[in-house]
């Protein structure tokens, strides 16, 4: 039976909602709004009809916002070209008390600009019956224009009490430094049986310890022990106490695309693919002028359903200085899939035309676990015998893909920043490894927070670099930054705790405060070289880079310095012919006539085996040429000012969006002198044994090419090459396209990565007392 609700103003936003009623439920007009109880709103987001259009096409791409007491708690996924949007979304949303509506946005999403308001509605908690499944129509509306007809809202929505009941509820993490890199998201909420969201979750200011995909977590009613609210954080239940937190890998590669649609006058497109499942999102590179363009790109998702999920994937065509084109949708079902096996699939765009082919492959779980000190994996002299069996050397070809095992025990911190009024902090630490985040529980109003949990990983690349970030909770904004790490993995030193001095967010100087951590490291190195010489993991998409005067002048000035290295190279052999130092002249045309009389193709990888073995034996002799560059940590100490000043700047301005062409011109030259000044340096400090891992491999990469160079002609090495070019699209038709030596540079760090992974020496004096170590390892 459909009955009218009462109808309830707010801000000039009339409208009425209408509802299933049973008559056997028991209405919460009854329950006192004194009441502290906690409750539980299950939203299913159903579609909507006859939305306004706010594009000029006369469509819209909408999405919807759930906000209550001026947070947001749910955000739907966009719907492109589409006024009768069916959405089919699912939230759960622990709500403190039922005073506060709940209010719904609809947005229009327009790429690099601001997203255009398309009305609203707002639902009186008050009047749902609890524990009944009720259908909801908001009509939406203009608070500016209360005459417009704005479409329709259709909601399921159940309200159930939750107070003095304990909670099963698993956790997602927010990736919530993607949209900015100065503070985390807002709390947002999910629950276990909905689909994937990237939501922390945060009860009364604390949030629920952070375990991902399906580990169970144990939480007690916030009212039930009021005297322990300070000091009462979430903990593993015992039941569940090392747990994997996600239940496989999807690898998905994009090989191709078929007839896509024109959108350019030329008659071609500039074609890119986004891909999306749950919080995990992935970008393809552009290809430029074409309709069937092949990609040959891999993405690796993490699979927290047991029954699979949807993957989103939307192809555009990129347009400079103005709007992307939206040329078709499409979507993969995982749980229709066979795990360990590929397939291969022709998917048809949607509102568009063409074709995408990809390859997909579910894979088992990796190594990845939260654990207390107690449940130590390498402590357990069983377990460590089989993960050192399963990185040993008689399993170099064994699942080359599986590189290593990592375990980071983060232990306390100390000497934080004092981020509250009350001279306190609510710390808890993010630990990443590449896509892998964790979390640790909050310790709340302290300075000298302690964690005691264990983290392990997967290690896929050993050149990875293992990141610790400590951030305040705040119940009522987005979590304060106080300070970060970065580690990479091939500098750590296993099995000893160690005080890491926290840096800021550019990682270029300290902030206040340390972190103890104790690392342990073991791979396969023979698998770890393998993996060199194959594309890096791509990340998750990041804030796109803003355009930056610092930024730009560092890396002009990056370039400048390598280009100049060339420029007095010639320099001084034209030194050489104008005989400006007549012993070198006559020097450097005697070894010009022996070598040129004597060359043999294989002399070049010798002599750059010889300027590499004379570098390392300088170096090991105590006569190190390398210098700190001092200049590139003020140009980052420089630019992290800027930023300061530039987030600040932007809140009120907001003149970016103004000149966006000339702004994505000047990003790409920007980006541009980065890519090569980052080229220069890494060759350069591939030489100077920077990473002394990557200086051996290419030292035995250079002793096989000079041998082989020099016992076979050159005419059969490139018979050889050319018959491998040539066949190998024809063996491997969904081969990923790579170049050896530039995914080996790609893992070299370039001079701001050095600066930004310089250990930095803690101060003695940091410590508000004195503590005795104790042996936790």
């Not at 705040?474 to 970065?486: C, I, N, Q, T």
């Not at 002009?556 to 100049?564: P, Q």
């Not at 070049?604 to 390392?616: A, H, Q």
């Not at 700190?628 to 630019?639: G, Q």
């Amino acid at each position: 039976m459909l009955d009218s609700c009462k109808l309830k103003t707010a801000c000039n936003l009339p409208f009425i909602y209408n509802k299933k009623i049973n008559t056997a439920g028991t209405s919460n007009a009854d329950v006192p709004l004194a009441d502290p109880g906690m409750y539980q709103l299950d939203i299913t987001l159903r579609r909507g009809q006859s939305l306004a259009a706010r594009d000029r096409g006369g469509t819209s791409d909408p999405y919807v916002k759930f906000k209550i007491g001026r947070k947001e708690v749910f955000r739907s996924k966009i719907i492109h070209k589409n006024l009768n949007p069916v959405w089919e979304e699912k939230a759960c949303i622990l709500v403190d008390h039922l005073r506060e509506p709940l209010y719904i946005k609809v947005f229009d999403y327009d790429f690099g600009l601001q997203d255009d308001f398309m009305g609203s509605a707002f639902l009186d908690l008050t009047q749902l019956e609890l524990n009944r499944p009720t259908d909801v129509t908001l009509t939406l509306k203009d608070p500016h224009y209360p005459d417009h007809d704005l479409g329709i809202i259709l909601l399921s929505v159940v309200l159930t009490p939750k107070e003095g009941e304990s909670r099963d509820v698993t956790m997602l993490m927010r990736k919530s430094w993607k949209r900015s890199s100065k503070e985390l998201s807002e709390n947002e909420v999910i629950g276990s049986y909905f689909s994937v969201k990237s939501f922390f979750w945060r009860t009364c200011g604390r949030p629920v310890l952070p375990v991902l995909g399906f580990c169970r977590a144990e939480l007690q009613s916030p009212y039930c022990q009021n005297t322990q609210f300070q000091t009462q954080s979430l903990r593993l239940s015992d039941l569940h106490r090392k747990s994997h937190l996600w239940r496989g890998i999807v690898s998905i590669t994009l090989i191709e695309g078929r007839d896509l649609k024109a959108m350019d006058s030329n008659g071609l497109s500039d074609p890119y693919v986004k891909f999306r499942l749950g919080h995990q999102k992935y970008k393809s590179k552009i290809m430029p002028k074409t309709l069937n363009p092949q990609w040959r790109e891999q993405f690796d998702f993490h699979l927290y359903e047991e029954r699979g999920g949807i993957i989103d994937i939307t192809a555009w065509d990129k347009d400079a200085g103005k709007r992307d084109d939206f040329i078709g949708r499409c979507q993969v079902d995982l749980s229709a899939l066979s795990r360990e096996q590929t397939h291969k699939l022709e998917l048809q765009l949607e509102e568009g035309e063409g074709h995408l082919v990809l390859l997909v492959t579910l894979t088992a779980s990796a190594t990845v676990s939260i654990s207390d000190l107690s449940v130590n994996s390498l402590e357990d002299q069983k377990e460590r015998e089989e993960i050192l069996k399963r990185y040993g050397p008689l399993r170099v070809f064994h699942n080359l893909k599986d590189v290593g095992f990592l375990q980071v025990k983060v232990i306390r911190a100390e000497g934080l920043m004092a981020a509250d009024v009350t001279g306190k902090s609510d710390p808890f630490c993010v630990v990443e490894l590449n896509n892998d985040r964790l979390l640790t529980h909050t310790v709340y109003k302290n300075l000298n927070p302690e964690w005691n949990k264990v983290f392990t990983f997967n290690i896929k690349d050993i050149h990875s670099v293992l990141e610790v970030t400590v951030y305040d909770e705040d119940r009522d904004r987005s979590a304060d930054f106080l300070g970060k790490v970065a580690i990479p993995l091939l500098s750590i030193q296993n099995g000893e705790q160690k005080a890491y001095v926290l840096k800021n967010k550019q990682l270029t100087g300290p902030t206040k405060g340390v972190i103890y951590l104790e690392i342990d490291v073991i791979f396969n190195a023979v698998k770890a070289s393998l993996r060199t010489l194959i594309p890096k993991e791509q990340k998750y998409i990041e804030e796109e880079n803003r355009l930056s005067k610092q930024l730009l002048l560092r890396n002009f000035i990056r370039m400048k310095r390598c280009v100049m290295v060339l420029v007095n190279a010639a320099y001084y052999v034209n030194s050489c012919f104008d005989w400006d130092s007549p012993p070198r002249s006559l020097a450097a045309f005697v070894l010009f006539l022996f070598v040129v009389w004597n060359f043999e193709l294989y002399m070049i990888p010798l002599v750059l085996l010889l300027l590499l073995t004379w570098n390392y034996f300088l170096i090991i002799s105590g006569k190190d040429n390398r210098q700190r560059d001092t200049v590139m940590e003020d140009m980052l100490e420089d630019e992290e000012e800027e930023d300061d000043k530039d987030d600040k700047d932007s809140e009120k301005k907001g003149f970016i969006n103004k000149i966006y062409a000339i702004q994505e011109v000047c990003v790409s030259v920007q980006n541009i002198l980065d890519e090569v000044a980052s080229f220069g340096e890494r060759i350069k400090n591939t030489f100077n044994w920077t990473v002394p891992f990557l200086s051996w491999l290419a030292i035995v990469a250079l002793c096989v090419f000079t041998v082989i160079l020099y016992f076979i002609p050159l005419r059969y090495i490139v018979l050889v090459w050319g018959i491998n070019k040539f066949t190998k699209k024809l063996r491997s038709p969904y081969a990923i396209d790579n170049n050896e030596l530039l995914d080996f540079l790609s893992r070299v760090p370039s001079d701001v990565q050095v600066v930004q992974y310089q250990e930095l020496k803690p101060d003695p004096s940091h410590s508000p007392y004195k503590r005795k170590k104790n042996n936790l390892g």
